[in-house]
Nanobody, 116 residues
Framework: VQLQASGGGSVQSGESLRLSCVAS????????MGWYRQAPGKQRDLVAI???????KYADSVKGRFTISRDTAKNTVYLQMNNLEPEDTAVYYC???????????WGQGTLVTVSS
């Protein structure tokens, strides 16, 4: 399995970013995927998940601002982030839900920095 996140950057409050994550070796038809983030000095937290059926759930802090989606043919999961806030500053990672539950590895994340 290889997880490669991209699309991060430095933006101002209120701006948008779209993150992408290519998840090689994970079948999206049978695995739910999630975006997670880790702010400096904090633990890694769940941001959004999309089930293998396409159902989505979000952390309360990002509801109404972030949208998770996927392209099964490209094995890619996306995170559209609108109206970004400084509190969204973190390294963002993707992973499958089952790999997270099993404590399996993480790929390279992508850094998002939001300034006020």
């Amino acid at each position: 399995v290889q997880l490669q996140a991209s699309g991060g950057g430095s933006v101002q409050s209120g701006e948008s970013l779209r993150l992408s994550c290519v998840a090689s070796g994970i079948d999206f038809n049978t695995n739910g995927m999630g975006w997670y983030r880790q702010a400096p000095g904090k633990q890694r937290d769940l941001v959004a998940i999309i089930s293998y059926l396409g159902n989505t759930k979000y952390a309360d802090s990002v509801k109404g601002r972030f949208t998770i989606s996927r392209d099964t043919a490209k094995n890619t999961v996306y995170l559209q982030m609108n109206n970004l806030e400084p509190e969204d500053t973190a390294v963002y990672y993707c992973n499958s839900q089952i790999r997270v539950l099993r404590g399996e590895g993480w790929g390279q994340g992508t850094l998002v920095t939001v300034s006020s």
